[in-house]
């Protein structure tokens, strides 16, 4: 099928960029091959045999439309002299400005996006359903993306309310008199199909054409998403591999004649430097990148031109070789919007197909030395004033900065205060007498912030500060698990589907053990060190134990959890974070930073 968007928005574009030539792209785009050279050569402004066209691009936005807090606000740049320095980047007034100005004087230019535009949001977009986020995504002139896993967090009805528009089942209209018209840009899911019918869930690929220069678009997410999104979120659906599916589309495109084809993939790679300006193929191609996306790249047919990733946060642009063994590109622009990559696809009229040996890319920071966009501006300052009353409300008060995502420890700082927030709460035999909490760690979205981010003050953590640690609302559970099976739960995070990267839980007070990183696999949580009050866990006992719904389900690859019984559903992760915070800190006590010192880590 041809994907096109559905109000064509991008087809309307791309007819009005090319206003008075619509009748001589038209005849190009009928010539014999080679037809259309022409002494102006290469470059794109002419009618020669090729033409530069500009693939701009992105992922994991997160619904971030204001300007990330701390270090989820920041790259890493490594500078000339060996030394890094951080850089305050990301909000979408600003990555607008960018966008925009990237685009100036480029008549072939095209932006792609690889999934996680939504979902785990902060409250200014989680708070109406990621509308916001989509509204923005508009203005920014985004033509297509793929789908990433959380993408998948509401469900496939509201995945679809997102791409088609239509106010929320139960929320209803945000904004009186005003429907929500959904996204102008295609969502791809190639590998997203449908249980019963076996028919993929969206469209699976897209093709953008302008004066007779065709680039095809494949969207996959990865094919674990079962695994790290609650059940009711891809009930129904079945994921895919990855690979199998570009390369199925990649043989529909070709049979269209479409040749140049970029793959959006939602899964990614772990450059062996957090620099946003590392060189990833030092000292050969590829060298510097590890992770389940080389393996992809590898084995997608050579006919795909590049790969624009995601899922990981992570930057690069690297040149993994193909199953030909000819150098393919691979990006990523970390997340948040923070960075954008820009790329030339060098397109031969004659062949249709991109010169991979002309293929240039780099990142760059969304720095916010920029205008800010005034229409972006005025987008965020209409659902701030809808949010206010809820955002602004006091939770708590911090002494400093308390680091989740931004904490690059196993055991993360923020991470003990949630799971004693969950003991805490969970605690008293009427709410489920909860012995123990552990908490996954992608579940923690951001950091605790200690400078203010409006009007609050210094220190004061707002509801929609906490809201963005905490965005998914998942109910807690508390279950009967046996010793063993907690054992068993401790050593899938360094094992199993977990082998490759490792997910510590997050453990409440009194749970302590050794991590040795000397080890591999499943001894690395050291026999007889894991400890509850000091007295080692029983095999044979029963404990209590609270954790979120996603993880009481084996979500994140702990299916030893999932053997939990006696199951009592409790407050949601958010309000018992919120009382904590409440209960635990004061203007005048604010709730200081954890020791971290319940997992003993051994390199």
């Not at 785009?29 to 470059?43: D, E, L």
């Not at 912030?449 to 509801?463: I, N």
């Not at 082998?499 to 007889?528: F, N």
Request: charged share 20%.
């Amino acid at each position: 099928m041809s994907a096109t968007p559905r109000k064509n928005r991008a087809g309307r574009r791309i007819l009005v960029a090319g206003a008075g030539l619509a009748t001589v792209g038209a005849l190009v785009a009928a010539m014999p091959a080679g037809a259309a050279q022409s002494a102006q050569g290469h470059g794109g402004h002419g009618w020669g045999r090729t033409v530069d066209v500009q693939l701009l691009s992105f992922n994991d936005l997160h619904g971030n439309l204001e300007a990330p807090a701390g270090s989820s606000g920041q790259v890493t740049r490594v500078k000339e002299d060996g030394t890094t320095e951080k850089i305050d980047a990301g909000g979408v007034e600003y990555l607008a400005t960018h966008l925009r100005q990237a685009r100036e004087g480029n008549r072939y230019s095209v932006t792609a996006a690889a999934g996680d535009l939504i979902g785990a949001s902060p409250l200014l977009s989680g708070l109406f359903h990621d509308e916001p986020t989509i509204n923005a995504l508009n203005k920014l002139d985004l033509d297509v993306t793929s789908v990433g896993n959380h993408e998948f967090d509401e469900g496939a009805k509201e995945l679809a309310r997102m791409q088609n528009g239509g106010c929320h089942p139960t929320a209803g209209c945000f904004v009186p008199g005003e429907k929500f018209e959904g996204a102008d840009f295609p969502y791809l899911a190639a590998n997203v199909t449908k249980e019963k019918t076996g028919k993929p869930l969206l469209d699976p690929y897209f093709i953008w054409e302008k004066d007779g220069v065709r680039i095809g678009f494949i969207g996959v997410t990865l094919e674990g998403t079962p695994n790290i999104v609650t059940a009711e979120g891809v009930k129904g659906l079945k994921f895919g591999d990855e690979v199998e599916t570009i390369n199925k589309y990649t043989k529909v495109l070709e049979r269209q004649g479409v040749k140049s084809i970029v793959a959006l993939v939602h899964e990614g790679g772990a450059p062996a430097s957090s620099s946003y300006n590392y060189d990833c193929d030092s000292p050969g191609p590829g060298d510097g990148i590890s992770g389940p996306i080389t393996e992809i790249a590898k084995n997608v047919n050579p006919q795909v031109d590049a790969l624009v990733t995601g899922h990981t946060h992570q930057a690069y642009v690297c040149t993994i070789p193909d199953p030909a063994g000819k150098p393919r590109l691979v990006t990523s622009a970390s997340s948040y919007g923070k960075l954008y990559t820009d790329t030339t696809l060098t397109y031969d009229r004659r062949t249709r197909d991109i010169v991979r040996a002309s293929v240039d890319s780099a990142n760059h920071v969304v720095t916010r030395d920029v205008p800010k966009a005034a229409d972006m501006t005025k987008l965020i300052e209409d659902w701030r004033t809808l949010a206010a009353p809820i955002a602004n409300r006091p939770q708590g008060y911090i002494a400093a900065d308390i680091n989740g995502r931004g904490s690059a420890a196993y055991e993360k700082p923020l991470g003990d205060v949630i799971a004693d927030a969950q003991l805490e709460g969970l605690a008293p035999a009427d709410k489920g007498g909860a012995q123990l909490a552990l908490m996954n760690p992608g579940g923690i979205r951001s950091d605790l912030v200690y400078k203010a981010s409006g009007a609050e003050g210094d220190g004061v953590v707002t509801y929609g500060e906490s809201f963005t640690v905490q965005p998914f609302t998942n109910m807690m559970n508390v279950v009967d698990l046996s010793g063993a099976n907690l054992l068993a739960a401790l050593k899938q995070q360094v094992s199993g589907s977990n082998a490759a990267s490792i997910k510590i839980l997050q453990v409440s007070k009194g749970l302590t053990y050794t991590l040795d990183l000397t080890k591999t696999g499943a001894d690395r949580v050291v026999d007889g060190s894991v400890k509850l009050n000091g007295e080692a866990i029983d095999p044979a006992k029963t404990y209590r134990v609270a954790m979120n719904e996603f993880l009481a389900g084996g979500g994140d690859g702990f299916p030893a959890l999932a053997a939990g019984t006696n199951k009592l559903v409790g407050a949601s992760d958010l309000d018992l974070f919120n009382a904590y915070l409440a209960a635990h800190s004061s203007p005048t006590s604010p709730l200081a930073v954890p020791a971290s010192d319940r997992i003993t880590v051994v390199q």
